[in-house]
């Protein structure tokens, strides 16, 4: 099952790359784009709770597709940059083993523990 599940990511980030394409951006920017929702996890600074949701939020899938809809309804290439780029670096999280956050630790996620051996 988990190989399948990560199939199904590396699918979806070929689809965001294909996407980011369509937006006519540099692809100068796109490395330093794709790292920039992890800055969601200094909310870990100041407790697990407030890390988690802020991670949470912002590596919802459904966020990213908000974004996408609402930067193409609104006219806002900048918006519409951000839901691609957050849905590629979404799938590729989610590739590696880096699911949502549960409150009480960084590595208790919804795709099993980090770090630790998987079965």
């Given at each position: 099952?988990?190989?399948i599940?990560?199939?199904e990511?590396l699918?979806?980030?070929?689809?965001?790359l294909?996407?980011?394409?369509?937006?006519g951006l540099?692809?100068g920017?796109?490395l330093?784009?794709l790292?920039?929702?992890?800055?969601?996890?200094?909310?870990?600074?100041?407790?697990?709770r407030?890390g988690a949701?802020?991670y949470?939020?912002?590596?919802?899938?459904?966020?990213?597709i908000?974004?996408y809809?609402?930067?193409?309804?609104?006219?806002m290439?900048?918006l519409?940059?951000?839901?691609v780029?957050?849905?590629?670096?979404i799938a590729m999280?989610?590739?590696f083993?880096?699911?949502?956050k549960?409150?009480?630790?960084?590595h208790n996620?919804h795709?099993?523990?980090i770090?630790?051996?998987?079965r």
């Amino acid at each position: 099952m988990k190989n399948i599940l990560r199939l199904e990511e590396l699918a979806l980030f070929a689809l965001g790359l294909a996407a980011y394409a369509h937006t006519g951006l540099s692809w100068g920017w796109f490395l330093p784009l794709l790292f920039l929702p992890d800055a969601s996890g200094i909310g870990y600074l100041l407790n697990p709770r407030i890390g988690a949701l802020l991670y949470n939020v912002a590596h919802h899938r459904g966020v990213a597709i908000l974004f996408y809809l609402a930067g193409q309804w609104l006219a806002m290439p900048l918006l519409t940059i951000a839901g691609v780029v957050l849905f590629i670096h979404i799938a590729m999280d989610r590739f590696f083993g880096y699911g949502l956050k549960y409150l009480d630790s960084f590595h208790n996620t919804h795709l099993g523990p980090i770090g630790r051996a998987r079965r």
